[in-house]
């Protein structure tokens, strides 16, 4: 396992939940994503993986994840739990 202790920081950002992000990461450089509190799920989606199989945005749907509670709000909007 290589030691990237002493790696040059080019991005550190805090995203509030439920809000976007999105980068380019070159190739050699490191994607490092930590959960602060312990209650987020993170969805990646690589678009140049994507674009290798012949696929776009019109090919990535809608995740569901069963293991984090998102409940929906009287309006219709989604929220964090944070329970």
């Known amino acids: 396992m290589t030691d990237h202790t002493n790696a ?19 190739k050699g450089q490191i994607l490092r994503i930590i959960d602060l509190e312990g ?3 993170v969805d990646l989606n690589f678009l ?5 199989h ?3 945005w019109k090919d990535i749907v809608p995740n569901v994840n069963f293991f984090c509670n998102v409940p929906v709000l009287e309006e219709g909007k989604r929220a964090i739990s944070g329970t």
């Not at 140049?48 to 290798?52: E, G």
């Open 8 to 26: 040059k920081i080019l991005v550190d950002q805090i995203v509030p939940p439920g809000e976007p992000w999105s980068g380019i990461v070159k």
């Open 39 to 41: 209650r987020q799920a």
């Open 48 to 52: 140049s993986a994507l674009r290798t």
């Open 54 to 56: 012949g696929l776009g």
